[in-house]
């Protein structure tokens, strides 16, 4: 089961926050950056080990160098990414304590927007294999603020979550009024994939930030619990290039946590390596929005002239979802979501 494409129009209004603070953004970009740079040179491929030296094709970003791996595809940066890096980057400790019920109105319209879609399509792909998804427990992987086990519990399913960050675990559980989300560990992530009783495990988002990837998802094949694995992978695509292009605009795909890319190849490495298989693909990226975006903020940045920027947006606006849909029918789309099965 595969499908293609997805309105950006609720994307836009949560992200509007990007228009407006670039700058302060890209400052948080450049700052992770530097901290990624301190880190240890990376020796070999994150999927596929192969020395980072095997590469055929490098470019150079905020002062990263990014190396394409000559055996599986796969775009790696040139640093290691440490426990260390990990826990700076990932354990936001700035949360909100309080909330209003205006706040309430934008998480659970976040939820609607962007995370029951995944759970529809998630349970759509589940029956497409002939299963019933409310038959099994669900456990979402890397949290966050518990949009996932909030959509997962909206349609019906058994969900928890488990997420590093205590300020995210309290809020997630205090603004869904449930205590369903957990605080692990960076490393303890891996022990309760080999022993969840879960039979359906989902990670939005977060395979990219592991450091450890391939173990995950040897740990998810040999639990035999285990028989879905729901997941994203942030792709190599044009947004890209639109980065590098565009240095004075802050696009978050090969910037803070991420980094390294997938590229079809190097996913069926990864897969292929623990046995798992493509059971269903939804590609949808944001590639156009990030070029509209893009130029929308150099306009602004070079003339002063935001009635240009205006028009721009304008003209593009109506096009953005079409011009997208081409990119993810050649599934060159900068994500796609996936579910995993095992054959036996
Ligand atoms: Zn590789």
Not at 119 to 129: G, T, Y
């Amino acid at each position: 089961m595969k499908i293609y494409g997805k309105s950006v129009g609720p994307v836009v209004k949560h992200d509007a926050e990007v228009f407006e603070n670039n700058d302060h953004l890209l400052n948080e970009t450049e700052r992770v950056a530097k901290l990624y740079r301190s880190q240890p040179y990376r020796e070999h491929c994150k999927v596929c080990n192969e020395p980072i030296n095997n590469y055929n094709m490098s470019f150079t970003k905020q002062g990263i160098e990014y190396r394409l791996c000559s055996k599986c595809g796969h775009l790696n940066g040139l640093y290691q990414d440490t426990k260390e890096f990990a826990e700076k980057i990932h354990t936001k400790t700035k949360y909100a304590e309080q909330y209003s019920e205006k706040d309430r109105q934008i998480y659970f319209q976040r939820m609607n927007d962007i995370y029951s879609p995944k759970v529809k399509f998630l349970f759509s792909a589940i029956r497409n294999d002939s299963q019933e998804p409310l038959k099994y427990k669900h456990a979402d992987f890397g949290a966050g603020s518990g949009y996932m086990v909030a959509g997962l519990h909206a349609r019906g399913a058994a969900a928890v979550g488990y997420e590093m960050s205590p300020a995210q675990v309290n809020y997630a559980n205090k603004i869904n009024n449930f205590e369903h989300v957990y605080n692990v560990g960076i490393d303890e992530i891996y022990d309760i994939a080999k022993v969840t009783d879960a039979g359906v495990v989902t990670m939005i988002g977060v395979i990219e930030h592991l450091q450890y990837p391939v173990e995950m998802m040897k740990a998810l094949k040999e639990n035999r619990n285990v028989k879905y694995v729901f997941l994203t992978f942030p792709m190599l695509s044009p947004s890209v290039y639109f980065e590098q292009v565009f240095p004075s605009v802050m696009l978050g795909h090969l910037a803070l946590g991420h980094t390294h890319l997938f590229q079809e190849s190097s996913i069926d490495f990864l897969i292929n390596r623990s046995e798992f298989s493509r059971k269903a693909e939804w590609w949808f990226g944001t590639d156009i929005m990030d070029l509209v975006r893009s130029v929308d903020i150099c306009v602004r940045q070079r003339e002063g002239n935001c009635k240009a920027a205006e028009l721009w947006q304008d003209k593009m606006n109506d096009i953005i979802d079409e011009l997208q849909l081409v990119i993810d029918r050649h599934q060159l789309a900068s994500q796609v979501h996936m579910l995993l099965g095992k054959d036996s």
